[in-house]
């Protein structure tokens, strides 16, 4: 009965490959989340969708694409891994319906990305 | 734009002392303000959050937070710590108002509990 799941938890790889982080969430929220957690622990947002709409977007390279099938499920393929690329990724969400909703995020486990 | 400095990047008390961790906050609109815990090898979990109303939040796990609009802090405390309190905690900001819930984090402090 895992509220945020994520595959994989680890992910091992070389530069200049293209992977994919998969995450579902069994909330029935509307908003989801990807945070990128660097070596120092800093945790930065990245994007976020709502109802598969787009609405957070950082200062992100363009190798970083997510996408959102449907609102359960917001997964984010890298393209051309760079070393820097190695952090953790969180998957969160929360039932936010709109701007200034208070609703707390939910965050997964997280995947360890590692760039060789 | 908002930033989160968290003052001490390890803090370090013995079982059933006064737990402190600091939380300073910087936002142009009013904040909405979170502490979450971050247990090893796990993902965030949320202990509480101030949006309105009264400063003084109550959370899980017997912590709690006061938020001082005019110190522009929101530290975190716990009267007494145990063991299974030691992890690293965040400090959270969002302006709420404006944005879907984009929390913007502080560098996080880990806690240790010595015996």
């Known amino acids: 009965d895992t509220a945020v799941s994520q595959t994989p938890k680890y992910l091992v790889t070389q530069m200049g490959n293209d992977k994919s982080i998969k995450c579902e969430q069994n909330?029935?929220?509307?908003?989801m989340y990807w945070y990128k957690q660097d070596s120092k622990k800093f945790l930065k947002i990245m994007f976020s969708?709502?109802?598969?709409?787009?609405?957070i977007n950082e200062t992100v390279p363009n190798r970083f694409s997510p996408k959102s099938p449907d609102k359960a499920h917001l997964n984010l393929h890298i393209n051309s891994l760079e070393l820097g690329d190695s952090a953790v990724y969180f998957c969160?969400?929360?039932?936010?319906?709109?701007?200034?909703?208070?609703?707390?995020?939910?965050f997964g486990p997280g995947t360890r990305l590692t760039v060789l | 734009a908002q930033s989160v400095t968290q003052l001490g990047s390890h803090v370090s008390v013995s079982e059933g002392a006064l737990v402190l961790l600091r939380c300073n906050y910087s936002s142009s609109v009013p904040p909405y303000l979170f502490w979450y815990v971050q247990y090893p090898n796990q993902g965030l979990q949320l202990l509480l959050k101030?949006?309105?109303?009264?400063?003084l939040v109550k959370g899980i796990n017997g912590f709690e937070a006061e938020f001082k609009k005019s110190e522009t802090s929101f530290h975190l405390t716990k009267p007494s710590a145990h063991m299974s309190d030691a992890a690293e905690y965040f400090c959270?900001?969002?302006?709420?108002?404006?944005?879907?819930?984009?929390?913007?984090f502080g560098q996080g402090t880990i806690l240790t509990v010595h015996p």
């Open positions: 959270a900001v969002s302006d709420g108002g404006t944005s879907y819930g984009k929390l913007t």
């Open positions: 969160a969400s929360s039932p936010i319906q709109g701007q200034g909703s208070t609703d707390t995020q939910y």
């Open positions: 909330l029935g929220h509307d908003t």
């Open positions: 101030y949006t309105t109303g009264a400063t």
């Open positions: 969708y709502n109802n598969k709409e787009l609405i």
